[in-house]
């Protein structure tokens, strides 16, 4: 057997540490991979495979196959496998190839996943994308989930004979790209029929204890956020945790955009198993799976992202409280009341963008020029909606009528820029 040569030596040891990914391995301008990676990229990818291997008396088909894609364009092929149902790990070059001695020191710099993914490309503009976890015990159930794009995070905890039904409705709920599942979730029959066959969901096993939890949860929202979940309840403790655990294992970067956790309680929202939703035809049909022809695609006339996205979480989450409920309808009857307001305020949001992904990728540092410049003008709008809802001065408009306008932020880009 022919002798490895350090770049090999160093690409096995890399991929040995993540077996269940397609290893992005840099070299120059290229994303390479090799082996049983190179055979699944080129087949699902449609990449010619070719490979490095000299020796003339070893057969093609002996040889060890690789295939590559440039690396200023690798976003589209990474959505691709994504979108399969694979993790690609990316290996970066970790310092000047001008400047190294011998061999380029190279590392995992990030594991995208299903459930993980931060590319315009891979995600869909009015719906949020969740890595969730679920922790299941005798009669506790616990269950947490992560917009990692926009930051948005939630958890509750369910309990008696019930809580594995609770968790499957809240599981079928927030519909996640991908699960945490602790063992005894994993080996739940309902859960893997309704991840794994109803909703196509990425699956991961990963067990935390409480004291690693509780020490993840304060790291990342402050104590106050152990305060908040339930003192009689370690569920959503330990889903949480997982989540968290996970998310730092595969994104290995700055997470601070995470920084507020919304735990609800059981019975603050209408609960809907799967079935219920899908007859209901709340956010799609049930023949085409299409949102148009479904509730949402009739209500929505949303100008932002992020308006799609919230209205179709209102729908997903239906408000039980009386007051929760007068307060929403009674900002709505103020819209529906003074027209010129509402079609200002429409005409104002309209193009703003996606600002909480936008903050997301300049946070993880995966933003470009054009997504800070789309920010600044996005930023920049903020003046005249506050100017617009200052015509309200109670309820929830009035409320919103006293955001920060971030003048001084679009002011340093701009200068900056």
């Known amino acids: 057997m022919a002798e490895l040569t350090p770049m090999m030596k160093q690409y096995l040891e890399i991929k040995e540490q993540n077996k269940d990914s397609i290893l992005f391995f840099r070299l120059g301008d290229f994303y390479e991979m090799f082996g049983a990676d190179a055979r699944t990229a080129s087949r699902e990818l449609d990449l010619t495979l070719t490979t490095r291997d000299k020796d003339k008396n070893k057969s093609f088909d002996e040889k060890v196959p690789m295939c590559g894609v440039p690396y200023h364009s690798s976003d589209g092929y990474i959505a691709r496998l994504i979108a399969k149902g694979y993790k690609v790990a990316i290996c970066e070059q970790t310092e000047d190839p001008a400047t190294a001695k011998g061999l380029v020191k190279r590392d995992i710099i990030r594991v995208v996943t299903p459930g993980t993914v931060l590319d315009d490309t891979s995600l869909e503009a009015g719906r949020s994308n969740f890595c969730a976890a679920a922790w299941l015990g005798e009669d506790k159930a616990g269950f947490a989930a992560c917009d990692i794009s926009t930051g948005q995070t939630h958890a509750t905890a369910f309990s008696g004979p019930d809580a594995g039904v609770h968790l499957l409705n809240e599981v079928a709920r927030f519909s996640p790209a991908e699960i945490i599942l ?17 909703l196509s969901c990425h699956r991961e096993i990963r067990e935390t204890d409480g004291p690693a939890a509780r020490t993840r949860i304060a790291a990342q929202f402050g104590e106050q956020a152990l ?191």
């Open 182 to 198: 602790n063992d005894a979730a994993a080996r739940d029959a309902a859960l893997q029929v309704l991840t794994e066959d109803k």
């Open 227 to 417: 305060s908040d979940l339930p003192a009689d309840n370690y569920a959503p403790l330990l889903a949480l945790g997982n989540l968290l655990n996970y998310l730092h294992e595969t994104q290995r970067g700055d997470l601070h955009h995470i920084d507020t956790l919304d735990f609800y309680r059981q019975g603050q929202f209408m609960e809907l198993d799967l079935t219920a939703r899908r007859n209901l035809e709340l956010t799609e049909t049930l023949r085409s799976k299409e949102k148009k022809g479904s509730l949402l695609w009739v209500l929505d006339k949303t100008k932002t992202p992020m308006g799609g996205r919230m209205l179709r979480s209102w729908l997903e989450r239906p408000l039980l409280s009386v007051t929760d409920i007068d307060r929403r309808s009674s900002a709505v009857a103020a819209l529906v009341n003074d027209t010129m307001i509402r079609e200002e305020l429409a005409l104002a949001l309209t193009g703003i963008g996606d600002m909480e992904r936008l903050v997301g990728r300049i946070v993880y540092g995966t933003a470009g020029g054009r997504d800070v410049v789309a920010l600044k003008n996005a930023m920049a709008r903020l003046p005249h909606v506050k100017e617009l809802l200052s015509a309200f001065d109670r309820g929830r408009l009035g409320e919103l009528a006293q955001l920060d306008t971030l003048e001084d932020l679009t002011d340093l880009i701009g200068r900056t820029l």
